[in-house]
Protein backbone atom coordinates (compact mmCIF):
# COMPACT_ATOMS: atom_id res chain seq x y z
CA UNK A 1 0.00 0.00 0.00
CA UNK A 2 1.36 3.38 -1.01
CA UNK A 3 2.43 5.81 1.70
CA UNK A 4 -0.60 8.07 2.46
CA UNK A 5 -1.06 11.94 3.46
CA UNK A 6 -3.94 14.76 3.88
CA UNK A 7 -4.23 16.69 0.95
CA UNK A 8 -5.53 20.74 1.53
CA UNK A 9 -8.86 19.02 0.76
CA UNK A 10 -9.44 16.78 3.21
CA UNK A 11 -8.62 14.15 0.53
CA UNK A 12 -5.81 11.54 1.05
CA UNK A 13 -3.64 11.73 -1.27
CA UNK A 14 0.13 10.08 -2.89
CA UNK A 15 3.39 11.27 -2.88
CA UNK A 16 2.79 12.90 -5.90
CA UNK A 17 -0.13 14.74 -4.78
CA UNK A 18 -2.92 12.71 -6.57
CA UNK A 19 -6.29 11.40 -4.58
CA UNK A 20 -5.84 7.68 -3.39
CA UNK A 21 -9.09 6.11 -4.76
CA UNK A 22 -11.48 2.92 -3.36
CA UNK A 23 -12.67 2.02 -6.44
CA UNK A 24 -13.71 5.50 -8.07
CA UNK A 25 -14.42 7.61 -5.08
CA UNK A 26 -11.39 9.09 -3.39
CA UNK A 27 -11.15 9.02 0.45
CA UNK A 28 -12.08 12.24 2.36
CA UNK A 29 -11.37 12.09 5.93
CA UNK A 30 -13.60 14.31 8.15
CA UNK A 31 -12.16 16.45 10.90
CA UNK A 32 -8.33 15.81 10.47
CA UNK A 33 -5.83 18.98 10.07
CA UNK A 34 -3.47 19.28 7.07
CA UNK A 35 0.07 18.91 7.38
CA UNK A 36 0.18 22.44 6.19
CA UNK A 37 -2.34 23.81 8.58
CA UNK A 38 -0.63 21.99 11.64
CA UNK A 39 2.47 23.28 10.57
CA UNK A 40 0.71 27.13 10.17
CA UNK A 41 -0.68 26.76 14.02
CA UNK A 42 2.56 25.18 15.72
CA UNK A 43 4.41 28.41 13.67
CA UNK A 44 2.07 30.87 15.47
CA UNK A 45 2.07 29.00 18.68
CA UNK A 46 5.50 29.63 18.56
CA UNK A 47 5.82 33.00 17.83
CA UNK A 48 3.30 34.25 20.17
CA UNK A 49 5.38 31.88 22.73
CA UNK A 50 8.90 33.39 21.53
CA UNK A 51 6.69 37.08 22.21
CA UNK A 52 5.79 35.95 25.80
CA UNK A 53 9.49 34.74 26.31
CA UNK A 54 10.66 37.77 25.12
CA UNK A 55 8.14 40.51 26.77
CA UNK A 56 9.19 38.25 30.25
CA UNK A 57 12.74 38.77 28.88
CA UNK A 58 11.77 42.35 28.70
CA UNK A 59 10.58 42.87 31.94
CA UNK A 60 13.15 40.58 33.27
CA UNK A 61 15.95 43.07 31.86
CA UNK A 62 13.91 45.71 33.61
CA UNK A 63 13.68 44.67 36.77
CA UNK A 64 17.08 45.67 38.20
CA UNK A 65 15.84 49.29 37.16
CA UNK A 66 12.98 48.99 38.78
CA UNK A 67 14.80 47.38 41.94
CA UNK A 68 16.75 50.28 42.09
CA UNK A 69 14.15 52.74 41.68
CA UNK A 70 12.45 51.09 44.64
CA UNK A 71 15.38 51.38 46.92
CA UNK A 72 15.73 55.17 45.80
CA UNK A 73 12.10 55.22 46.59
CA UNK A 74 12.01 53.62 50.07
CA UNK A 75 15.46 55.69 50.79
CA UNK A 76 13.28 58.55 50.04
CA UNK A 77 10.70 57.72 52.12
CA UNK A 78 12.72 56.86 55.13
CA UNK A 79 14.50 60.25 55.15
CA UNK A 80 10.77 62.37 54.86
CA UNK A 81 9.87 59.49 57.60
CA UNK A 82 13.13 60.59 59.76
CA UNK A 83 12.23 64.30 59.00
CA UNK A 84 8.99 63.79 59.75
CA UNK A 85 9.83 61.98 63.46
CA UNK A 86 12.37 64.78 63.93
CA UNK A 87 9.52 67.88 63.27
CA UNK A 88 7.08 65.67 65.51
CA UNK A 89 10.20 65.86 68.03
CA UNK A 90 10.98 69.20 67.73
CA UNK A 91 7.26 70.38 67.73
CA UNK A 92 6.86 68.23 70.85
CA UNK A 93 9.60 69.72 72.63
CA UNK A 94 9.04 72.99 72.04
CA UNK A 95 5.45 72.56 72.51
CA UNK A 96 6.83 70.69 76.18
CA UNK A 97 9.09 73.67 76.75
CA UNK A 98 5.99 76.37 75.86
CA UNK A 99 4.29 74.31 78.66
CA UNK A 100 6.78 74.52 81.31
CA UNK A 101 7.40 77.90 81.08
CA UNK A 102 3.94 78.50 81.04
CA UNK A 103 3.24 76.31 84.19
CA UNK A 104 6.10 78.28 85.68
CA UNK A 105 4.70 81.43 84.79
CA UNK A 106 1.54 80.67 86.74
CA UNK A 107 3.15 79.21 89.48
CA UNK A 108 5.01 82.29 90.09
CA UNK A 109 1.94 84.57 89.45
CA UNK A 110 0.23 82.35 91.88
CA UNK A 111 3.00 82.55 94.62
CA UNK A 112 3.19 86.54 93.84
CA UNK A 113 -0.52 86.31 94.53
CA UNK A 114 -0.50 84.64 97.60
CA UNK A 115 2.38 86.73 99.14
CA UNK A 116 0.58 89.55 98.00
CA UNK A 117 -2.68 88.47 99.94
CA UNK A 118 -0.46 87.47 102.99
CA UNK A 119 0.80 90.93 103.07
CA UNK A 120 -2.39 92.16 102.44
CA UNK A 121 -3.66 89.94 105.55
CA UNK A 122 -0.71 90.85 107.43
CA UNK A 123 -1.23 94.91 107.26
CA UNK A 124 -5.02 94.24 107.36
CA UNK A 125 -4.84 92.28 111.04
CA UNK A 126 -1.86 94.15 112.27
CA UNK A 127 -4.23 97.29 111.97
CA UNK A 128 -7.02 95.19 114.13
CA UNK A 129 -4.87 94.13 116.87
CA UNK A 130 -3.37 98.16 117.39
CA UNK A 131 -6.69 99.08 117.27
CA UNK A 132 -7.49 96.82 119.78
CA UNK A 133 -4.60 96.89 121.82
CA UNK A 134 -5.17 101.40 122.36
CA UNK A 135 -2.90 102.49 124.48
CA UNK A 136 -3.00 100.38 127.29
CA UNK A 137 0.69 98.39 126.60
CA UNK A 138 3.92 100.24 126.39
CA UNK A 139 5.23 99.00 122.94
CA UNK A 140 1.81 97.07 121.25
CA UNK A 141 3.94 96.95 117.86
CA UNK A 142 6.53 94.68 119.06
CA UNK A 143 5.27 92.88 122.24
CA UNK A 144 1.87 92.21 120.84
CA UNK A 145 1.62 92.03 117.15
CA UNK A 146 4.10 89.51 116.54
CA UNK A 147 2.40 87.37 119.23
CA UNK A 148 -0.79 87.63 118.21
CA UNK A 149 0.10 87.35 113.93
CA UNK A 150 1.88 84.29 114.72
CA UNK A 151 -0.94 82.53 116.29
CA UNK A 152 -3.57 84.18 113.54
CA UNK A 153 -6.10 81.89 111.72
CA UNK A 154 -8.50 83.50 109.27
CA UNK A 155 -11.65 81.54 109.11
CA UNK A 156 -14.92 81.63 107.28
CA UNK A 157 -18.17 83.02 108.70
CA UNK A 158 -20.40 79.81 109.09
CA UNK A 159 -24.72 80.14 108.66
CA UNK A 160 -26.45 77.19 108.68
CA UNK A 161 -23.35 74.87 108.54
CA UNK A 162 -22.22 76.65 105.18
CA UNK A 163 -19.59 79.48 104.52
CA UNK A 164 -20.71 82.53 104.02
CA UNK A 165 -18.98 83.87 100.25
CA UNK A 166 -16.92 87.04 100.90
CA UNK A 167 -17.33 86.95 104.70
CA UNK A 168 -14.36 85.57 107.14
CA UNK A 169 -13.19 86.65 110.68
CA UNK A 170 -10.15 86.69 112.43
CA UNK A 171 -9.37 84.29 115.02
CA UNK A 172 -6.56 83.95 117.39
CA UNK A 173 -5.34 80.80 119.02
CA UNK A 174 -4.65 81.66 122.77
CA UNK A 175 -3.64 79.36 125.88
CA UNK A 176 -4.45 80.51 129.33
CA UNK A 177 -5.64 79.39 132.90
CA UNK A 178 -8.61 81.03 133.80
CA UNK A 179 -9.73 81.94 137.34
CA UNK A 180 -10.52 78.30 138.52
CA UNK A 181 -7.01 77.12 137.01
CA UNK A 182 -8.33 75.27 134.69
CA UNK A 183 -6.07 75.32 130.75
CA UNK A 184 -7.98 76.46 128.31
CA UNK A 185 -6.34 75.88 124.25
CA UNK A 186 -8.87 77.52 121.88
CA UNK A 187 -9.66 80.41 118.80
CA UNK A 188 -10.91 83.42 119.83
CA UNK A 189 -12.00 86.89 118.96
CA UNK A 190 -9.21 90.14 118.96
CA UNK A 191 -10.92 91.21 121.74
CA UNK A 192 -11.01 87.75 123.86
CA UNK A 193 -7.14 87.79 122.84
CA UNK A 194 -6.34 91.02 124.37
CA UNK A 195 -8.18 90.46 127.65
CA UNK A 196 -5.90 87.28 127.61
CA UNK A 197 -2.52 88.69 127.33
CA UNK A 198 -3.62 91.40 129.93
CA UNK A 199 -4.28 89.16 132.39
CA UNK A 200 -1.45 86.70 131.62
CA UNK A 201 1.13 87.36 134.79
CA UNK A 202 3.60 86.40 131.86
CA UNK A 203 2.82 89.62 129.82
CA UNK A 204 1.81 92.41 131.92
CA UNK A 205 4.72 93.94 131.93
CA UNK A 206 3.92 94.61 128.30
CA UNK A 207 1.13 96.90 129.81
CA UNK A 208 1.49 100.47 131.00
CA UNK A 209 1.44 101.50 134.77
CA UNK A 210 -2.03 102.78 135.47
CA UNK A 211 -0.03 105.82 137.55
CA UNK A 212 -3.41 105.42 140.40
CA UNK A 213 -2.61 102.64 142.17
CA UNK A 214 -5.40 101.24 140.73
CA UNK A 215 -6.34 97.90 138.67
CA UNK A 216 -5.33 97.65 134.75
CA UNK A 217 -1.41 97.16 134.11
CA UNK A 218 -0.69 98.46 137.45
CA UNK A 219 2.58 99.98 138.55
CA UNK A 220 4.44 96.82 139.42
CA UNK A 221 6.75 98.20 141.49
CA UNK A 222 3.64 98.63 144.14
CA UNK A 223 1.63 96.13 143.79
CA UNK A 224 4.22 93.16 143.01
CA UNK A 225 1.52 91.59 140.19
CA UNK A 226 5.15 90.31 138.46
CA UNK A 227 7.52 88.54 140.02
CA UNK A 228 11.31 88.03 138.71
CA UNK A 229 11.18 84.09 139.50
CA UNK A 230 8.22 83.99 136.81
CA UNK A 231 9.99 85.52 134.20
CA UNK A 232 11.82 83.83 131.15
CA UNK A 233 14.60 85.63 130.49
CA UNK A 234 13.33 87.46 127.03
CA UNK A 235 10.60 89.05 129.59
CA UNK A 236 13.40 89.93 131.78
CA UNK A 237 15.03 91.79 128.98
CA UNK A 238 12.17 93.20 127.27
CA UNK A 239 11.19 94.71 130.42
CA UNK A 240 14.61 96.30 131.42
CA UNK A 241 14.68 97.66 127.60
CA UNK A 242 10.90 99.08 128.20
CA UNK A 243 10.92 100.20 132.04
CA UNK A 244 14.67 100.47 132.82
CA UNK A 245 16.87 97.77 135.40
CA UNK A 246 15.28 100.20 138.53
CA UNK A 247 11.98 99.02 137.69
CA UNK A 248 13.03 95.58 137.23
CA UNK A 249 14.96 95.65 140.72
CA UNK A 250 11.79 97.09 142.42
CA UNK A 251 9.62 94.03 141.45
CA UNK A 252 9.90 90.85 143.87
CA UNK A 253 11.58 87.98 143.46
Avoid at 125 to 145: Q, R, W
Amino acid sequence: MPKLKLGAEGQLVDDEGNPYLVGDEPIEVVGAQTTEAFEAALKDRLARQKDKIAALEAQANRNPELEELLKAEKKSKAELEEQLGRAQADAEAKVAGQLDAEKKRAKDLEEHLYREREGRVKDQVTTLILSKAGSEFIDPASDIVPRLLSAHKREPIMKDGKPVEGQSQDLFRMSWKDEKNEEHDELVPIEKAIEIIKGQPQFRHYLKASGNGGSGGGDYSIHGNLKRSQMTEQQKSDFVRKRGLAEYKKLPE
